[in-house]
């Protein structure tokens, strides 16, 4: 933000944030934050308004509504809407709106599929796929930065042996919800200390990387629901600097979340090469 408006006074408020508030034109903070504001904002806009702490919790809504000024606008974000936030749009209680492409004008990855209904022996194992590994070669050899995400926090040890065994020299780490070294280790790989960083879904959202490609080991299972996946694969894709990236959902087979998260994508997809023809034709026409 202090790259886009480099003109504009800003704050920064989370719960470790070491500035403290003064009047500033714009406000960056946590939703908890909210709740030392009223009536102070024209413009308040929520992100990630289907995640945790803020979905389904009345006290960040509240906090919300009381922070906004009589007359302001109010505006909610997020790539995968929950049924609620839909059954509003339908009813007309709330306008909607697609931003179906990124600030740099490129369509999402699509996700591919890879059916590997022994993945999980074979990790066990200290085996990977030999197209799995071909692929993870050529981008190491590529010097591209890696997310792997693991169904379970107990598999974590299981890749990293894996790892180790087949990529002796690769720089990388793991990390989960309950790393005390989480943030340090985040903060590793956007400084691109790591080439390889394997998690949980504790990483689906709020993190980019730049150059990114992703691996989902087990992208059938509980844990990744449709929102889920969607979110993960946005994760490639988001740097000026690579603004493609391949996304793999390895899978013991197809189920409807994958099929639903693919289809999204897709649709995503459709609306934005409309935007983009559109922006085609208008500088066709300058």
């Not at 719960?15 to 504001?37: D, E, G, W």
């Not at 992703?214 to 929102?227: K, M, N, R, S, Y």
């Not at 693919?262 to 300058?286: M, P, T, W, Y």
């Amino acid at each position: 933000m202090q790259q886009a408006f480099d003109r504009t006074s800003i704050v920064l408020l989370h719960a470790n944030s070491p500035m403290k508030y003064h009047y500033s034109q714009l406000v960056i903070c946590t939703t908890h934050q909210l709740i030392r504001f009223y009536h102070a904002f024209d413009l308040l806009i929520i992100d990630e308004v289907d995640a945790f702490p803020f979905v389904n919790n009345q006290l960040l809504q509240m906090a919300v509504a009381k922070a906004r000024k009589r007359i302001s606008s109010l505006l909610l974000l997020t790539a995968t809407p929950t049924k609620q936030l839909l059954t509003k749009i339908k009813q007309h209680k709330l306008v909607c709106g697609y931003l179906p492409l990124r600030f740099h004008g490129h369509l999402l990855p699509v996700p591919q599929i890879m059916t590997l209904p022994n993945w999980r022996r074979d990790l066990l194992r200290c085996q990977i796929d030999r197209r799995l590994f071909k692929i993870l070669e050529d981008w190491f050899k590529a010097g591209l930065p890696v997310l792997i995400f693991s169904p379970e926090i107990r598999l974590l040890v299981e890749i990293e042996k894996t790892v180790k065994k087949y990529f002796p020299h690769l720089a990388f780490s793991s990390v989960y919800a309950g790393d005390e070294k989480r943030e340090q280790k985040v903060q590793t790989m956007r400084r691109e200390k790591y080439q390889l960083l394997i998690t949980t879904t504790i990483l689906e959202r709020g993190v980019t990387f730049a150059k990114l490609n992703v691996v989902i080991l087990g992208a059938d299972e509980q844990v990744f629901h449709e929102e889920s996946l969607v979110q993960i694969a946005g994760r490639a894709g988001r740097s000026l600097k690579r603004p493609t990236g391949d996304v793999i959902f390895v899978c013991s087979m197809l189920n409807q979340a994958i099929k639903k998260a693919v289809k999204q994508i897709r649709f995503l997809n459709q609306e934005g090469e409309k935007i983009s023809d559109e922006n085609l034709s208008f500088l066709s026409a300058k």
